[in-house]
């Protein structure tokens, strides 16, 4: 039983990993998309502490997310465990277990893209992306807690989601 929980811990930490890789370049790829004025990587190679900021954020807040994605998972792959990977039971609890951690994925990155472009329309006087590009760390704060405020908050309905799936 304690080499098969190991595995299992294993598994779920390989899985914690790939999924956790893929969510931050998917993060990072869609906010260079909501910002097509200003490339990222340069401007945080050239030293620019506010780019470094929005992208900090954003990897928080897609991590908070996933986490509780992956608590799912392993609360569906431990289901499976109990009632039996191969049954119908198990195989769907895993299922779910998954669609509920791409799900939780999904709404890290379109929330982070909706709080951003309402946060853009509500201080119609600021052009946010390009004080940032200029290095304005105080809208890169702004920006940045407006981002990991919806994370959070994001998070709590993943975790209803999972305790309603699984």
Known sequence: MLLTNVIVGLIQLIISIIFAVLALYIGFAVLSKINKNMDEEKEIAR???AVGIIVAAVFVAIALVVQSGV???SVGINKAINIGVLSVDGLLAIG???IQ???GIVLAVGAIYLALYVLTKLTKGVDEFAEIKKGNVAVALMMGGVII???VIIQSGVIGITAALI
């Open 101 to 103: 951690l791409i799900l």
């Open 71 to 73: 608590s799912g998972l």
């Open 149 to 151: 405020a919806v994370a």
């Open 96 to 98: 779910t277990a998954f």
């Open 47 to 49: 030293g620019n502490v």
